[in-house]
């Protein structure tokens, strides 16, 4: 009998973790995919590999633990996002993105474009910039990193 409570216990713990690595909105989703804007938004955890989201406004949205591996976020707008700890940004372009006040805390920005990018004020606590591109990006203190021109 105790063996058996320890497993619904375990079984519990187990989809109520299951449930907060995935706690996006499937609304929010949908949104994002019709119309390519989504302020606010609850995105977290989510799955955007290789979505187009250019020009996509996603002002305030909560894309904590999202997965961007090669997503397209040209010029996408992303003041105040919460991207912390967003993983897979492989390949992502956020050429011309405007990532102010962005939360881009244990981010990997490994390799990604972030040529004419704006991070001014974003938090970039424990991110990883080995080998991003800087042309003309406008860093947390407001100066221009040309470094990679």
Known sequence: ??????????????????????AFSEEDLKKLKATGNCVQCDLSGADLWSEDLSGADLTQANMAKVNLTKTNLTKAILIRADL?????????????????????????????NLTDANLTGANLTDANLI??????????????DDSGC
């Open 1 to 22: 009998m105790k063996h058996l409570f320890s497993m619904s216990v375990l079984c519990l713990l187990l989809v109520g973790l299951s449930w907060e690595v995935g």
């Open 84 to 112: 912390t700890e967003a993983h897979h940004l492989y390949g992502a372009n956020l050429t011309g993105a405007d990532l102010t006040g962005a939360n881009l805390t244990k981010v990997s920005l490994k390799r990604v």
């Open 131 to 144: 080998r991003a591109i800087f042309c003309g990006t406008t860093m947390q203190d407001g100066t221009i």
